[in-house]
C-alpha cells in the first residue's frame, strides 16, 4: 500500500530563517506530487506541483520554491521565511499516467514563523 | 473560470439532521467532483466523488447530487453524527490533464451538535 510521510510535523522558525520541509512517498513510482498551504481556517491553496524529477510548475509567486531530486522525494524550501508563510503545509500524491482521480495527502507540517 | 464556489463557509447541525454544503462551478471541462473531508490537524481525505454521467452518487450516509446543466454539485449527510464534525472541501479537476490538479472550493466547518 502506499504511504506518504512529511517531516518535521510541527515547526517554529525565527523571520528570516531558511526552510526546508521533506515529504517522500512509499508504495508507487511517477506519482504526480503537490505542495498546498493552508492557512488558519482557510482553504487549500496550491502552491507547486510536479510531474516528474525535476519538473516543478509554480501556481503562486511567493518566498517559496520546491525541488523533486528523487521520484518520490518532494521538498519545499525558502532562503529567508516571511511571517506570512505561517501555516499548515500540506503534500499530496496522485497517479500519473492514467485518470488521476484521486490526491492521497499527508498529514502536513504546522509552520509558525516569529 | 477556474473557480470552484462552495458554501456555507460554516455549518452548524443538530446529531440526526441532514447536513447539505453546495459548490458551483464555471468550467465545463470539469468532469471529477471529489470531496475531501479535513479533521483537525489533519490532511484532508477523499470522502466521496462523481463524475457527470451520474446525477447522484450515495455511499452510506453521505450523497453526492451532481446538476451538470446548473453546474452545481451537493453534499449531503444524512443522520448527521458529531463525529461527522470536520471541514469539508468540495474539488473539481479535468480527468484528461496529466497534472492531476484539483480546484479546491473555499472549505466548509461543519459542527454536529450533541
Known amino acids: 500500500s502506499q504511504t506518504i510521510h512529511q517531516w518535521p510535523a510541527t515547526l517554529v522558525q525565527p523571520v528570516g530563517s531558511p526552510l526546508s520541509l521533506e515529504c517522500t512517498v512509499e508504495g508507487t513510482s511517477n506519482p504526480n506530487l503537490y505542495w498546498y498551504r493552508q492557512a488558519a481556517g482557510r482553504g487549500l491553496q496550491l502552491l507547486f506541483y510536479?510531474?516528474?524529477?525535476?519538473?516543478i510548475s509554480s501556481e503562486v509567486p511567493q518566498n517559496l520554491s520546491a525541488s523533486r531530486p528523487q521520484d518520490r522525494q518532494f521538498i519545499l524550501s525558502s532562503k529567508k521565511l516571511l511571517l506570512s508563510d505561517s501555516g499548515f503545509y500540506l503534500c499530496a500524491w496522485s497517479k500519473r499516467g492514467g485518470p488521476p482521480e484521486t490526491q492521497y495527502f499527508g498529514p502536513g507540517t504546522r509552520l509558525l514563523v516569529l | 473560470q477556474q473557480q470552484v464556489k462552495q458554501s456555507p463557509q460554516s455549518l452548524i447541525v443538530q446529531k440526526g439532521g441532514i447536513s447539505i454544503i453546495n459548490c458551483a462551478y464555471e468550467?465545463?471541462?470539469?468532469?471529477?467532483f471529489p470531496w475531501y473531508q479535513q479533521f483537525p490537524g489533519k490532511g484532508p481525505a477523499l470522502l466521496i466523488a462523481?463524475?457527470?454521467?451520474?446525477s447522484e452518487k450515495k455511499e452510506g450516509r453521505f450523497t453526492i447530487s451532481f446538476n451538470k446543466s446548473a453546474k452545481q454539485f451537493s453534499l449531503h449527510i444524512m443522520d448527521s453524527q458529531p463525529g461527522d464534525s470536520a471541514t469539508y472541501f468540495c474539488a473539481a479537476s479535468t480527468r484528461s490533464s496529466n497534472t492531476g490538479k484539483l480546484i479546491f472550493g473555499q472549505g466548509t466547518t461543519l459542527q454536529v451538535k450533541p
Open positions: 468550467n465545463t471541462a470539469f468532469d471529477y
Open positions: 462523481i463524475r457527470p454521467d451520474v
Open positions: 510536479s510531474v516528474g524529477i525535476g519538473q
